[in-house]
């Protein structure tokens, strides 16, 4: 199968910056879209940045400027470089990404477990 492990998260204070990685393993044939959600408490998944395998992206019009994603495709990473944060950005931040395993299914959309992104005031 395949898993998604983020890293990166944690306590910082607004204006202050987190880098955020998510590693993909397991049987990967190849890897289409990547992408970076968050979920903060009350409110619905939201996309932060989205990153196709030849490196377009789009973000979310809260995080331009601000926020940067990137991707390593011969190690199966992306990241997203958040600078300049604000207590709004506080949620739990969930990497997507469209695995293909098997040629003929194609892509599949898998997550990660989460990791917690806290902004004090």
């Known amino acids: 199968q395949v898993q998604l492990v983020e890293s990166g998260g944690g306590l910082v204070q607004a204006g202050g910056s987190l880098r955020l990685s998510c590693a993909a393993s397991?049987?990967?044939?190849?890897?289409?879209?990547m992408g970076w959600y968050r979920q903060a408490p009350g409110k619905q998944r939201e996309l932060v940045a989205r990153?196709?395998?030849?490196?377009?992206?789009n973000y979310a019009d809260s995080v331009k400027g601000r926020f940067t994603i990137s991707r390593d495709n011969a190690k199966n990473t992306a990241y997203l470089q958040m600078n300049s944060l604000k207590p709004e950005d506080t949620a739990v931040y969930y990497c997507?990404?469209?695995?293909?395993?098997?040629?003929?299914?194609?892509?599949?959309?898998?997550w990660g477990q989460g990791t917690q992104v806290t902004v004090s005031s």
């Open positions: 997507n990404a469209d695995v293909t395993v098997v040629v003929t299914v194609g892509p599949v959309p898998y």
């Open positions: 397991g049987r990967i044939f190849s890897i289409a879209a």
């Open positions: 990153i196709t395998s030849i490196g377009s992206t």
